[in-house]
T-cell receptor, first 113, second 111 residues
Framework: QQQVKQSPQSLIVQKGGISIINCAYE??????FPWYQQFPGKGPALLIA?????SEKKEGRFTISFNKSAKQFSLHIMDSQPGDSATYFC????????????FGKGTLLTVNP | DGGITQSPKYLFRKEGQNVTLSCEQN?????MYWYRQDPGQGLRLIYY???????QKGDIAEGYSVSREKKESFPLTVTSAQKNPTAFYLC??????????FGSGTRLTVV
């Protein structure tokens, strides 16, 4: 059972464009939704995260939009740059003593110069 | 600098052999995790540990074993029972759900 569904699998964007990656979850107990960025041969690194008490969070060019009723959240990368080319993973977890993160399958983003 | 160290970076295993992947952290994090990454499959949880001397199976624990004798260390053994061990293995730690820190991974290849 895939608890976090991520789309698209791959995305090609021109420099300066907007990259949008979407995720949907099933478990209504999830209360923490991070995004991770991974470059080839490296471990993922936390990019930005949101909790369901807010509908949007922005950090620089990266924005998470959250729709609790639809059980969906998305990552928007404004003014996409070639250096943003990486694999992006959404994830979700419950708070409290359960530390497990459930990851989506990832989106390979390519930003063309 | 604080962080997670995984070693070795590349590992080759013959069929039928057990191999152990090392993961050490100096972040004073309580929880540690092992994930397996395959192309198009995302990150799948193998084992996790929230405190020393305790660990739990994740979604794909069959053919793997772990130990947590020290807070800083969480080694993963890939046994001969793991049918398809070739993958990229990632270790992570956290002090809460508020952000994992990942190591740089170990790429295991069966030869």
């Amino acid at each position: 059972q895939q608890q976090v569904k991520q789309s698209p699998q791959s995305l090609i964007v021109q420099k300066g464009g907007i990259s949008i990656i979407n995720c949907a979850y099933e478990n209504t107990a999830f209360d923490y939704f991070p995004w991770y960025q991974q470059f080839p041969g490296k471990g993922p690194a936390l990019l930005i995260a949101i909790r369901p008490d807010v509908s949007e969070k922005k950090e620089g060019r990266f924005t998470i939009s959250f729709n609790k009723s639809a059980k969906q959240f998305s990552l928007h990368i404004m003014d996409s740059q070639p250096g943003d080319s990486a694999t992006y993973f959404c994830a979700a977890s419950r708070g409290g003593s359960n530390y497990k993160l459930t990851f989506g399958k990832g989106t390979l983003l390519t930003v063309n110069p | 600098d604080g962080g997670i160290t995984q070693s070795p970076k590349y590992l080759f295993r013959k069929e039928g052999q057990n191999v152990t992947l090392s993961c050490e952290q100096n972040l004073n994090h309580d929880a540690m995790y092992w994930y397996r990454q395959d192309p198009g499959q995302g990150l799948r949880l193998i084992y996790y540990s929230q405190i020393v001397n305790d660990f739990q199976k994740g979604d794909i624990a069959e053919g793997y074993s772990v130990s947590r004798e020290k807070k800083e260390s969480f080694p993963l053994t890939v046994t001969s029972a793991q049918k398809n061990p070739t993958a990229f293995y990632l270790c992570a730690s956290s002090i809460s759900t508020l952000g994992y820190t990942f190591g740089s991974g170990t790429r295991l290849t069966v030869v």
